[in-house]
């Protein structure tokens, strides 16, 4: 039971460290993030298992960690308010070329960002070729690129 109390414990304190991170700590991963990630790993897999290194522990909290991951994706299928509070909701940061910079310092979000996911996807070379951006819930940024006249 009590490995079951520890991943049930740790999964929501993981979940609510990256919530409050922000959307853009997943998606591009820098080698800062990787190692920090790495090291999250440790932390964490040593404040799961308490030195019990047992195949009956590991299965139990992969099983607990597994499982609280699909309860909470099915309550927040049938309940989308609880969905938005697990994952957040898309942010408009760019409306018909202009940036929202209110918005894009609240998830820390800089123009180059912006500017790079747009080379990225579409080959757009400046804010004014893009109608609209929003930065997704998994952190990435989606354009949509201004009407060719």
């Not at 800062?32 to 404040?47: G, H, K, N, P, W």
């Not at 299965?59 to 309940?79: A, C, E, K, P, Q």
């Amino acid at each position: 039971m009590d490995s079951i109390i520890r991943g049930t414990v740790t999964y929501f304190f993981v979940w609510l460290i990256f919530r409050i991170a922000g959307k853009r700590s997943l998606a591009e991963t820098t080698t800062f993030d990787f190692v920090l990630l790495l090291i999250i790993s440790e932390t964490v897999q040593s404040a799961l298992n308490q030195n019990d290194n047992s195949l009956t522990n590991s299965f139990l909290i992969i099983i607990t960690l597994v499982g609280l991951d699909i309860l909470l994706s099915v309550v927040g299928y049938r309940v989308p308010r609880f969905n938005h509070l697990m994952n957040s909701r898309p942010v408009l940061i760019v409306e018909n070329g202009k940036p929202v910079k209110e918005r894009m310092a609240a998830a820390r979000i800089e123009v180059d960002d912006i500017l790079a996911s747009a080379r990225e996807h579409h080959g757009l070379e400046r804010m004014d070729q893009i109608k609209f951006a929003v930065l997704e819930t998994h952190g990435g940024i989606s354009i949509i690129p201004e009407a060719k006249s």
